[in-house]
């Protein structure tokens, strides 16, 4: 919002720029400045809304994280896997993946409805009150929750929304705003622990920020009921075109970009209980791939090929779990397919360039990152 780049505040002096944070802070004259929101797309289809504080902001929120998280994560349920230390997306698709197989089959696939926009501030606040007691620091919270957001419209247009007025919401792209949505979601699963639900519904609960699936012996719908009725109670919506129960022996559900259910091993055509890259993640990847070969890229290859290795490394790192022969395969294939074609155009080459850019020579010596291991050459 203010037009500040880290380039400026190096060339005009770091410490001198602290400094001012600094004093700032302990005159008790901090305040934060209004958001830029920003929408990215969202697999599902629509809109994501970001809101992108300052580069002054995010350093006093990172100050204020790094004294917080602690205090604030030992407090947290072992079910919540999302924006915390020592713990990642795999290990919650590993938990998952290992509660099947041990006969958690009937599943809550469930989805909460702008959850980041909707948190309660005073429900949130009090609920922070219980560990930090200085009223500085939630102060210093309760201002990054009001604080305005610019939003501009198709026109460019400049509108400012929420402030001292708004009552729900903390914007999703805040430093903080991951551990103070963990801390809300907090209450759903201290909640369900306390109430006994995992005896009740021979279930457990795996948790990623919002996102999150109950896996039960049998009791996936009173599970449902229930959780309806919690999150209620907590100001929360759950997104009912997006959540139901499901028996996950005979259907699938998707989870952090995984497909969990019935998985056929081709070779022998057995059923089996798996995880692999989900549709639209292998959707997603090759629509990267695409937007990076355009016709338009006038780039040089080594500049191109290192973006497009760096994106492909990254999307095989994070789908390096369960069944993945299947999407590492369609996914070689199909940027083998645009590379031939992208060289092919720049090159002039008269032929549809099978011979001339063929597999070898694509992930050999044009160096583009292949998934997996190497095909086998006769």
């Known amino acids: 919002m203010d037009g500040q780049s880290f380039e400026a505040i190096e060339s005009e002096g770091l410490e001198k720029w602290m400094e001012g944070i600094r004093k700032d802070l302990r005159d008790k004259t901090y305040k934060p400045q209004p958001v830029r929101r920003v929408t990215i797309p969202k697999p599902g289809g629509g809109e994501r809304p970001l809101g992108i504080p300052t580069i002054r902001d995010r350093t006093v929120q990172t100050a204020a994280k790094l004294v917080l998280e602690p205090i604030i994560e030992a407090d947290l ?3 919540a896997y999302g924006y915390r230390p020592k713990r990642s997306a795999h290990d919650a698709i590993q938990k998952v993946h290992k509660l099947l197989c ?3 089959t009937d599943v809550v696939d469930a989805d909460l409805s702008k959850y980041f926009g909707t948190i309660p501030h005073t429900e949130l606040l009090q609920f922070v009150a219980r560990r930090i007691v200085d009223r500085n620091v939630l102060h210093l919270i309760k201002m990054w929750l009001k604080t305005p957001v610019e939003e501009r419209d198709e026109n460019g247009r400049r509108r400012m929304t929420g402030g001292r007025s708004s009552r729900r919401g903390t914007p999703q792209g805040g430093i903080v705003s991951p551990m103070l949505a963990n801390l809300y979601m907090n209450r759903f699963l201290k909640h369900w622990r306390i109430t006994g639900k995992s005896k009740a519904f021979r279930a457990q609960v795996v948790t990623y920020a919002d996102d999150f699936v109950i896996l039960s012996r049998g009791h996936a719908a009173e599970a449902l009921d229930w959780t309806r009725s919690v999150m209620t109670r907590l100001g929360l919506t759950l997104n009912e075109a997006k959540s139901s129960s499901k028996a996950a022996r005979k259907e699938s559900f998707h989870f952090l970009g995984y497909t969990f259910g019935p998985h056929r091993y081709k070779p022998d055509g057995h059923w089996y209980l798996g995880a692999s890259p989900s549709k639209k ?3 997603r ?18 500049e191109v090929r290192t973006r497009l290795n760096q994106m492909l490394r990254g999307w095989s790192t994070y789908f390096s779990y369960g069944s993945r022969a299947t999407a590492y395969r369609e996914v070689n294939d199909y940027a083998a397919e645009r590379v031939r074609h992208f060289l092919r155009r720049r090159h002039k080459v008269q032929s549809r360039g099978t011979e001339h850019y063929g597999y ?3 992930f050999g010596e044009l160096q583009v990152s292949r998934l997996g291991p190497p095909p086998r050459i006769a």
């Open 360 to 362: 070898p020579r694509i």
């Open 102 to 104: 041990e006969g958690y």
């Open 77 to 79: 349920e072992p079910e």
């Open 285 to 302: 990847v090759k629509q990267k791939v695409g937007d990076r070969l355009m016709h338009g890229n006038v780039g040089a290859w080594e």
């Open 281 to 283: 993640s292998r959707q």
